[in-house]
């Protein structure tokens, strides 16, 4: 059983404790395998929040009464908003993304992409020019929404307004970001929740499988192969390790 859900397991609430649980992942991919492999289990969630550090935040400050700022939109919106970008350009790369909607998603990922990148120029061909341009029009549109530190500083203000509603128990299985999530930690216990962190570097789980193949593709078919069927088992893709 891989450390992290033997932790959850351990402490999460039994059928007669109706305490309200936060389980903390870092990513929504690392929260809904780690419920999925629970349920597997057969422990009962009623109560259990499987939760991203950010949506942690928006759940005490909507428990507080607080005006909880948006830190950015959920995945259908961040493409409604791709498209209104798109609907504005007449180049091969806006004709194409009409013409199979399922490209958005991709495109998104693209942009986020080119921005971590530090939103470089392109010049080089006709779709890279109309890539820049949509990206710039999407960036722009986003910048409406209040950034992530704007919502974490937010949560603990409002546990200063007057009696905790959130959650009694908070489980940390993942600290990205770390920064962010550390003030909020400390204005929770201070409230009275109860914080416990699974300590990652002494729990490193042993090594999976060994392989040795023909040629690199099949090599990285077998790798996906096995990381797929760790994490149908409740491993989160962040504890997945290829070395090749």
């Known amino acids: 059983m891989h450390p992290l859900v033997r932790f959850l397991l351990d402490r999460l609430p039994r059928a007669s404790d109706l305490q309200e649980t936060a389980v903390v992942a870092p990513t929504a991919g690392a929260a809904a395998a780690l419920r999925s492999a629970i349920v597997r289990h057969g422990r009962p969630l009623a109560g259990v929040h499987f939760v991203t550090p950010p949506a942690l935040a928006r759940i005490v400050c909507e428990r507080q009464g607080f005006a909880c700022p948006a830190d950015r939109p959920d995945p259908l919106e961040e493409r409604a908003v791709l498209a209104r970008c798109i609907a504005r350009e007449r ?3 806006a004709t194409y993304a009409r013409r199979f909607p399922a490209a ?3 495109l ?3 942009v986020r ?4 990148a530090g939103q470089p120029d392109e010049r080089e061909d006709e779709w890279r020019r109309e890539f820049v341009t949509v990206a710039r029009h999407y960036t722009d549109a ?4 209040a950034t992530r530190t704007a919502l974490f500083s937010s949560a603990p203000e409002s546990l200063r307004s007057g009696t905790y509603h959130g959650p009694g128990r908070v489980l940390v299985v993942g600290r990205r970001p770390a920064r962010d999530l550390d003030a909020l930690l400390e204005a929770l216990a201070a409230a009275g929740a109860a914080i416990d962190e699974f300590e990652a570097l002494t729990d490193v789980p042993p090594p999976g499988e060994l392989r040795s193949c023909k040629d690199p593709e099949a ?3 077998a790798a996906a ?3 797929l069927d760790a994490t149908r088992s409740g491993v989160a893709y962040e504890d997945c390790v290829v070395a090749v």
């Open 91 to 93: 180049g091969p790369l």
């Open 104 to 106: 958005l998603r991709e």
């Open 108 to 110: 998104g990922r693209a």
């Open 113 to 116: 992409e080119w921005q971590a």
């Open 142 to 145: 986003m910048r409406g929404f």
């Open 219 to 221: 090599e990285l078919r």
């Open 225 to 227: 192969s096995d990381c």
